[in-house]
């Protein structure tokens, strides 16, 4: 032998023993493909550790390298291609941007009108259909909500629809 094979094999060798080193392995008993074990002794597949055992309380041990945990999820997952991986998380802006807007009581909004509905007048609320709220005259949503209708205070009342954020008219 060289003492160039000799090397090779040497670095090889070095190479085969250390990356245990490299990460930590998971138990004999855990699941394949498992990143991590939780504190409540769950495991978990998560590709990062941040999260990974949120409703377990907490992270116990984790398996996984430190350079996929710091890649914050562009690393390739299960074989995938990061080209893979980046037109997933496209597709699915693209999908979150076609949806309606949230407010933060999880209701979808209505879509906004531009000039009030034709029809109010004195004594008149705006009254939107969709969530059964009542908006006086005078106000940013009177007339204005996608769907509703005029009618009195007393009568909105009478239909089971409340006031904008508790606020009666009269």
Not at 16 to 39: E, I, N, W
Not at 46 to 61: D, I, L, M, Q, T
Request: hydrophobic share 30%; net charge positive.
């Amino acid at each position: 032998m060289t003492i160039r094979t000799t090397l090779c094999s040497l670095a090889v060798a070095l190479g085969v023993a250390a990356a245990p080193l490299a990460f930590a392995q998971a138990p004999a008993g855990a699941p394949a493909g498992s990143t991590g074990q939780c504190k409540d002794n769950t495991y978990t597949s998560a590709p990062s550790k941040r999260g990974a055992c949120r409703g377990h309380k907490g992270v116990k041990e984790w398996y996984a390298s430190e350079k996929a945990e710091g890649a914050k999820g562009t690393e390739s997952k299960g074989g995938e291609s990061m080209s893979k991986s980046n037109e997933s998380m496209s597709k699915s802006n693209e999908s979150m941007s076609q949806m309606p807007a949230m407010k933060s009581s999880n209701k979808m909004t209505t879509a906004a009108r531009t000039e009030p509905a034709p029809g109010g007048g004195a004594g008149k609320v705006w009254v939107n259909t969709a969530t059964h709220v009542y908006h006086c005259a005078g106000t940013t949503w009177y007339g204005k909500t996608k769907q509703g209708e005029y009618m009195t205070e007393a009568e909105a009342k009478a239909q089971g629809a409340h006031a904008d954020h508790g606020k009666a008219c009269s």
